[in-house]
């Protein structure tokens, strides 16, 4: 389990002062929230990006700045704006989802989509015309060209997954404002995350601890990231 | 499962067993975080079974510990769980004005105060109280220690124009301050007056590296103690200090005439809870290095009335 | 036969096309010679039913194309295939990328099947794909990724990708233009089977020898539309037009 390896990489002096099941619980959150939330955005960002691309329609400028905006947008604000929606006050009230996982997963949605859909903008303009001009003559109804295209700019696309997902998880403010940083009575995470936790131990000063949080957070990252480079090589080399 | 097979299927076999691994693993870690209620037997008897409360409270009082240490008996108790957010004073009044959360625990006798007139709160009880202690470098450059009044050893502070690190940031340590302040006559300002808009740990490692003096409550201090260098100058009334320097926490339900969708139930149940003898005990019996945090209120032989309405109201006073 | 009728085409207000006519029968090859840039491409998209001229009527077996609904347009422009100046491959295998003519031809139910089918089991590639590979000398490269083939390798596939759902008709922009003397050799009899088997096949090409070696009929377009449409023999022994005589002459240059 990389948490060990990563105990005793940590100095001496800092105690592992976690109870069992602790980290593996906001592991679990972080993963779990960020994960769905970064599904859910490349499900809705990839056929966005493939109408901006390659259609025209009104407001379809308006819709371009709207994402460049949301790319550099700060994400605490998106917090407080989700905050405000799920509020018991707000127009979303109903549903109960104050302090909730499923609140952290609208506003990491909110935050991964400018980059995977500008990224997968992108990568989806850059497929070669000839082919998609291929795709269209040789027979293909308008859905058939686009899957044509999308699996041309796999890559691409990939890279706007990863970018999206690294946003996600690396998330602080927002989640801490919607989710509460709350966990059970003996410690296992309702809605912290790696984050979240590394912003209560920061702030009681405990910052080795923090710190030792903060390497878990990395190596998280870093694995997904080398499993979904390692997954797309494999299919260039020809498994 | 049954034997390997040798005939080189063996990946396919092991595969498959490792997905059903998994795919119980997944499963069990589901059902696991599902039933993290716990106690059903005893709550199916209670109404609220299954429930869940939300309690909005101060990042310090989080910070101690003491809520995970005795949540746990009043879960067991009514087969509920307790989500204990922790925001910080302003944040955990205005959750609970919204109507995000059931219970409200601060240290604030003021806001709370403010809470109760506009209608928000109802059934207040005194709850616990520590205080605060004023620390500082060994050197004490300002010279305040063992001053027994905190008002004259901030206006020393000032004049001194020692280091002193502020919150800044409306917590309930932070209002306790700016009220020494103002009891002080003295308006704090300049270059040694630092506000950071922290926590307590922050703000105590800030004040350590700064050899500044700050304004702690007891409880961050003393778990912090081992690792910094700051020591008290100014006790508080645990140790005979002066009273002003007393921290006293309320607690009080979200008023479900204003918001319907409050578990008023269960928030009276767990103010009924936390303000009996047992837990009372339990609270005066937790400890954070070796040393008593929080001193019980709620039970006592002459009960102050004065806890159930805000302070200065009186049957005779035209206060709503 | 496709049959364009006095089309037009202007880019930006630059007339590309202008007022020509053209038509292509089963069981013949058309080329159309002319220099780079005079319009041959915007000829054969308009030939291959995916590009609307902005005035003249295109019709297939007397389907006005650009008059119909898109159904029944997708319906007309399936029946016709093309080969493009550069192979523009899918990044896929060889035999996927042929199969895609195939495949989408299909309903989603029955693709997806075929798709649980390749995902558990590894043979199973439509006889028409292998066949149209060895129309192109290349069926031993089934498995072998596109980005890998040489160009004349990816042309040929090219044109077998065109060729594997059998259409009626087949265009080519070009095809041999980047390719070497072998290659170039392949295609051109790949191209005679083609009509053999009864393709209408229409060919552009800057290259006037392979015209007169693969044409039955020549189109010779020199920028104010097709000046003459005739047999093969007759356009390069005794043509009618001036500037089609100095073009085959290589007086003009362009």
Same mark, same amino acid.
């Given at each position: 389990?990389?948490?060990?390896?990563?105990?005793?990489?940590?100095?001496?002096?800092?105690?592992?002062?976690?109870?069992?099941?602790?980290?593996?619980s906001?592991?679990?959150?972080?993963?779990?929230?960020?994960?769905?939330?970064?599904?859910?955005?490349?499900?809705?960002?990839?056929?966005?990006?493939?109408?901006?691309?390659?259609?025209?329609?009104?407001?379809?400028?308006?819709?371009?700045?709207?994402?460049?905006?949301?790319? %550099?947008?700060?994400?605490?604000?998106v917090?407080?704006?989700?905050?405000?929606?799920?509020? !018991?006050?707000?127009?979303?009230?109903?549903?109960?989802?104050?302090?909730?996982?499923?609140?952290?997963?609208i506003?990491?949605?909110?935050?991964a989509?400018?980059?995977?859909?500008?990224?997968?903008?992108?990568?989806?303009?850059?497929? !070669?015309? !000839?082919?998609?001009?291929?795709?269209?003559?040789? %027979? %293909?109804?308008?859905?058939?060209?686009?899957?044509?295209?999308i699996?041309?700019a796999?890559?691409?696309?990939?890279?706007?997954?990863?970018?999206?997902?690294?946003?996600?998880?690396?998330?602080?403010?927002?989640?801490?404002?919607? %989710?509460?940083?709350?966990?059970?009575?003996?410690?296992?995470?309702?809605?912290?995350t790696?984050?979240?936790?590394?912003?209560?131990?920061?702030?009681?000063?405990?910052y080795?601890?923090?710190m030792?949080?903060?390497?878990?957070?990395?190596?998280?990252?870093?694995?997904?990231?080398?499993?979904?480079?390692?997954?797309?090589?494999?299919?260039?080399?020809?498994? | =499962?049954?034997? +390997?097979?040798?005939?080189?299927?063996?990946?396919?076999?092991?595969?498959?067993?490792?997905?059903?691994?998994?795919?119980?693993?997944?499963?069990?870690?589901?059902? #696991?975080?599902?039933?993290?209620?716990?106690?059903?037997?005893?709550?199916?008897? /209670?109404?609220?079974?299954?429930?869940?409360?939300?309690?909005?409270?101060?990042?310090?009082?989080?910070?101690?510990?003491?809520?995970?240490?005795?949540?746990?008996?009043?879960?067991?108790?009514?087969?509920?769980?307790?989500?204990?957010?922790?925001?910080?004073?302003?944040?955990?009044?205005?959750?609970?004005?919204?109507?995000?959360?059931?219970?409200?625990?601060?240290?604030?006798?003021?806001?709370?105060?403010?809470?109760?007139? *506009?209608?928000?709160?109802?059934?207040?009880?005194?709850?616990?109280?520590?205080?605060?202690?004023?620390? #500082?470098?060994?050197?004490?450059?300002?010279?305040?220690?063992?001053?027994?009044?905190?008002?004259?050893?901030?206006?020393?502070?000032?004049e001194?124009? /020692?280091?002193?690190?502020?919150?800044?940031?409306?917590?309930?340590?932070?209002?306790?301050?700016?009220?020494?302040?103002?009891?002080?006559?003295?308006?704090?300002g300049?270059?040694?007056?630092?506000?950071?808009?922290?926590? =307590? #740990?922050?703000?105590? *490692?800030?004040?350590?590296?700064?050899?500044?003096?700050?304004?702690?409550?007891?409880?961050?201090?003393?778990? +912090?103690?081992?690792?910094?260098?700051?020591?008290?100058?100014?006790?508080?009334?645990?140790?005979?200090?002066?009273?002003?320097?007393?921290?006293?926490y309320?607690?009080?339900?979200?008023?479900? #005439?204003?918001?319907?969708?409050?578990?008023?139930?269960?928030?009276?149940?767990?103010?009924?809870?936390?303000?009996?003898?047992?837990?009372?005990?339990?609270?005066?019996?937790?400890?954070?290095?070796?040393?008593?945090?929080?001193?019980?209120?709620?039970?006592?032989?002459?009960?102050?009335?004065?806890?159930?309405?805000p302070?200065?109201?009186s049957? *005779?006073?035209?206060?709503? | 036969?496709?049959?364009?009728?006095?089309?037009?085409?202007?880019?930006?207000?630059?007339?590309?096309?202008?007022?020509?006519?053209?038509?292509?029968?089963p069981?013949?090859?058309?080329?159309?010679?002319?220099?780079?840039?005079?319009?041959?491409?915007?000829?054969?998209?308009?030939?291959?039913?995916? &590009?609307?001229?902005?005035?003249?009527?295109?019709? &297939?077996?007397?389907?006005?194309?650009?008059?119909?609904?898109?159904?029944?347009?997708?319906?007309?422009?399936?029946?016709?295939?093309?080969?493009?100046?550069?192979?523009?491959?899918?990044?896929?295998?060889?035999?996927?990328?042929?199969?895609?003519?195939?495949?989408v031809?299909?309903?989603?139910?029955?693709?997806?099947?075929?798709?649980?089918?390749?995902?558990?089991?590894?043979?199973?590639?439509?006889?028409?794909?292998?066949?149209?590979?060895?129309?192109?000398?290349?069926?031993?490269?089934?498995?072998?990724?596109?980005?890998? &083939?040489?160009?004349?390798?990816?042309?040929?596939?090219?044109?077998?990708?065109?060729?594997?759902?059998?259409?009626?008709?087949?265009?080519?922009?070009?095809?041999?233009?980047?390719?070497?003397?072998?290659?170039?050799?392949?295609?051109?009899?790949?191209?005679?089977?083609?009509?053999?088997?009864?393709?209408?096949?229409?060919?552009?090409?800057?290259?006037?020898?392979?015209?007169?070696?693969?044409?039955?009929?020549?189109?010779?377009?020199?920028?104010?539309?097709?000046?003459?449409?005739?047999?093969?023999?007759?356009?390069?022994?005794?043509?009618?037009?001036?500037?089609?005589?100095?073009?085959?002459?290589?007086?003009?240059?362009?």
């Amino acid at each position: 389990m990389p948490l060990d390896a990563v105990a005793q990489f940590a100095p001496a002096v800092v105690e592992f002062p976690f109870r069992e099941g602790y980290v593996s619980s906001i592991i679990y959150v972080s993963l779990y929230v960020s994960l769905i939330a970064v599904t859910l955005s490349t499900l809705f960002s990839v056929p966005v990006a493939l109408v901006m691309g390659f259609t025209d329609f009104p407001g379809k400028q308006f819709v371009q700045s709207v994402i460049n905006t949301g790319m %550099g947008f700060p994400s605490v604000v998106v917090g407080l704006l989700v905050l405000f929606a799920v509020s !018991n006050q707000g127009p979303l009230g109903t549903f109960d989802l104050i302090f909730t996982k499923e609140a952290m997963i609208i506003s990491q949605f909110v935050l991964a989509t400018p980059p995977i859909t500008a990224i997968s903008l992108a990568a989806l303009t850059g497929v !070669n015309a !000839n082919v998609r001009d291929a795709a269209h003559v040789l %027979g %293909g109804t308008r859905i058939d060209v686009a899957l044509v295209v999308i699996k041309e700019a796999r890559y691409g696309i990939a890279t706007a997954i990863l970018a999206g997902f690294g946003r996600a998880i690396s998330e602080v403010g927002s989640v801490l404002i919607v %989710g509460g940083n709350i966990t059970s009575a003996d410690g296992i995470s309702k809605t912290r995350t790696l984050t979240t936790a590394i912003q209560l131990e920061a702030r009681q000063g405990r910052y080795e601890t923090a710190m030792v949080l903060g390497a878990v957070l990395v190596t998280l990252v870093l694995t997904i990231n080398a499993v979904v480079v390692r997954l797309g090589s494999d299919e260039v080399s020809g498994r | =499962m049954s034997k +390997q097979r040798t005939d080189g299927r063996e990946g396919t076999a092991s595969r498959r067993a490792f997905l059903a691994a998994a795919a119980t693993g997944v499963t069990g870690a589901l059902a #696991g975080c599902a039933g993290i209620g716990g106690g059903q037997e005893a709550g199916n008897q /209670a109404g609220v079974s299954g429930e869940t409360l939300t309690l909005t409270t101060t990042t310090s009082t989080y910070d101690t510990g003491l809520l995970d240490e005795i949540h746990t008996d009043f879960e067991e108790m009514y087969g509920v769980t307790v989500d204990a957010v922790a925001q910080g004073t302003g944040a955990a009044l205005e959750s609970a004005r919204n109507g995000d959360s059931d219970v409200v625990m601060v240290h604030a006798r003021g806001l709370e105060d403010e809470f109760m007139r *506009n209608g928000y709160g109802v059934n207040r009880r005194d709850l616990m109280f520590n205080d605060f202690v004023i620390v #500082g470098p060994e050197s004490d450059p300002a010279g305040i220690q063992g001053m027994d009044s905190a008002t004259e050893a901030l206006t020393t502070i000032a004049e001194a124009e /020692a280091p002193f690190v502020s919150r800044g940031d409306n917590s309930g340590t932070h209002t306790k301050e700016l009220n020494l302040w103002e009891a002080a006559g003295t308006e704090p300002g300049g270059d040694w007056y630092q506000e950071t808009g922290t926590g =307590m #740990g922050e703000a105590l *490692n800030v004040a350590n590296q700064q050899d500044a003096y700050t304004l702690s409550d007891r409880g961050t201090f003393i778990s +912090q103690r081992s690792e910094i260098d700051l020591t008290i100058l100014v006790q508080g009334p645990i140790e005979d200090g002066p009273e002003i320097l007393a921290n006293p926490y309320g607690i009080m339900a979200v008023n479900p #005439g204003v918001h319907d969708n409050a578990n008023y139930d269960l928030a009276m149940a767990y103010i009924g809870w936390i303000t009996s003898p047992g837990t009372q005990e339990a609270i005066s019996n937790y400890q954070v290095n070796g040393e008593q945090l929080f001193f019980p209120e709620a039970v006592s032989e002459d009960p102050d009335f004065q806890q159930y309405v805000p302070e200065g109201w009186s049957s *005779n006073s035209t206060d709503g | 036969m496709i049959d364009l009728s006095r089309v037009s085409k202007a880019y930006d207000e630059e007339p590309v096309v202008e007022d020509v006519s053209l038509s292509v029968e089963p069981g013949e090859v058309v080329a159309i010679i002319g220099p780079s840039g005079v319009g041959k491409t915007t000829l054969l998209r308009m030939l291959s039913l995916s &590009l609307e001229p902005d005035a003249g009527t295109v019709e &297939l077996d007397g389907d006005a194309v650009w008059d119909a609904d898109e159904e029944r347009r997708l319906a007309l422009r399936r029946r016709v295939g093309m080969v493009f100046q550069e192979a523009s491959l899918f990044d896929a295998t060889v035999a996927r990328n042929v199969e895609y003519g195939l495949r989408v031809r299909r309903g989603w139910d029955d693709r997806l099947r075929d798709g649980l089918r390749s995902v558990l089991s590894s043979n199973g590639t439509p006889d028409a794909v292998e066949e149209a590979l060895d129309v192109v000398g290349l069926d031993d490269k089934l498995r072998q990724e596109a980005d890998s &083939l040489s160009g004349g390798e990816a042309q040929r596939v090219s044109f077998a990708r065109a060729l594997a759902y059998e259409p009626e008709f087949l265009l080519l922009d070009e095809p041999t233009s980047d390719l070497d003397p072998r290659n170039t050799g392949l295609i051109e009899e790949a191209i005679s089977e083609a009509r053999d088997r009864g393709l209408g096949v229409v060919v552009a090409t800057h290259d006037m020898h392979q015209a007169e070696r693969i044409a039955d009929r020549v189109g010779v377009l020199l920028g104010d539309g097709v000046t003459e449409i005739g047999p093969t023999e007759t356009i390069f022994e005794h043509p009618t037009d001036e500037r089609t005589r100095k073009f085959i002459s290589g007086e003009l240059v362009y």
